[in-house]
Every structure is written in structure tokens, then in C-alpha cells.
């Protein structure tokens, strides 16, 4: 596999539109197995192969492996790594176990972390109140592969990201956000 190659392909919205009929979606705990196509999906989604990027993006794409694995093998409580599945939409494939072709096409991670240092930021004065032992599940690295955006695949993570936190007895979510 090249490491600077970079996904170039735009669908038009009929494509989609075709594309969503054809195709549905699942999400699961990241397996180790994994590593390799989240990576993909992350570097694709944050980085350019435009310029030097296209030479330091092998980097970038290495110390992503490396942090994602090492958070994957941690086994900290409420930490998970979620990934979407897209699935062909035929009579045999209506039970995913019995799928041929699965691809990986998003990703989102999840943690709970601690007040500190600049996350205050995130929060509004009457939140600051008392926050000796404020915890809060954060979002991080959500990424759908550019030839699957517009199609469902971050609300689902989205979900059940909420679903999953609510289980923690969280009651909100946040994520920082930078500019495309």
C-alpha cells in the first residue's frame, strides 16, 4: 500500500442517493484487527496529501497507528472505540455475520475525562460551580470516509455513542470541532 495515496473519488448525489439503497450500516466495539482501516479513514479525514503534507502524512499516518492501537490494548474502563460497518443490501446479507464484504468506513472514540488544565474551557460559568471531581464523556476522532459522507454513517456513531454514555451515567456528550 502507498502511504501518500490519497482518496480522490467524489460520488454525485444521485450516486449516493443509489448508494444509501444499496448499502446499510452497523457499528461495533473496534477490534485490534481494525487498527490498519481506522487509521486510513483518520489520516484520510484530517490530512492532506497536498504539498509536504504528502510527505510528512506517512508520519502523521504512523503516530495515529501507534496512539490508536495503545488506546485499543488499554482496557480502561470507559474508553471504546467504535467503527461502522457498511454492508451490501441483499436477501443473503440481511444477518451481518453472514456478510462476505464488510468495510469499515467510519470511526468515533469515546473516554471520560477529567477537569484540567484547559478543558475548562469547554464549559460555561455556572458549570465551574463544582468541578473538584467534574468527569465528562468526550467524543474524539469521528471520521466517515469521504466516499461515504451524507449517508447516515456519523448519526448512527452519533448515537450510539449517546446510548453508550447514558449506560456510563453520563447525560452529555462533548467534542471539540475544528475548522475544515
Excluded at 477529567?114 to 464523556?137: I, K, P
Excluded at 454513517?153 to 452519533?158: N, W
Aim: glycine share 4%.
Amino acid at each position: 500500500m502507498n502511504p501518500l495515496f490519497c482518496l480522490s473519488k467524489f460520488l454525485e448525489p444521485q450516486a449516493k442517493k443509489k448508494l444509501s439503497n444499496e448499502f446499510s450500516f452497523f457499528i461495533r466495539i473496534a477490534q485490534p484487527k481494525d487498527i490498519n482501516s481506522i487509521t486510513e479513514v483518520l489520516t484520510n479525514s484530517f490530512y492532506s496529501c497536498q504539498g509536504i503534507m504528502g510527505y510528512v502524512r506517512p508520519f502523521l499516518r504512523l503516530g495515529i497507528y501507534e496512539d490508536l492501537r495503545n488506546r485499543i490494548r488499554s482496557k480502561t474502563e470507559h474508553y471504546l472505540c467504535l467503527v461502522a460497518m457498511v454492508v451490501e443490501n441483499t436477501e443473503s446479507t440481511r444477518d451481518v455475520s453472514n456478510t462476505r464484504k464488510q468495510d469499515l468506513v467510519g470511526t468515533v472514540e469515546i473516554d471520560v475525562r477529567s477537569r484540567g488544565g484547559m478543558d475548562v474551557l469547554l464549559f460555561n460559568s455556572w458549570q465551574l460551580d463544582n468541578l473538584d471531581n467534574f468527569e465528562y464523556a468526550y467524543l474524539s476522532n469521528l471520521a466517515v470516509d469521504a466516499n461515504y459522507r451524507k449517508l447516515g454513517v456519523a448519526q448512527k456513531l452519533l448515537s450510539y455513542c449517546e446510548h453508550k454514555v447514558l449506560g456510563w451515567g453520563f447525560c452529555e456528550l462533548y467534542l471539540h470541532v475544528l475548522e475544515n
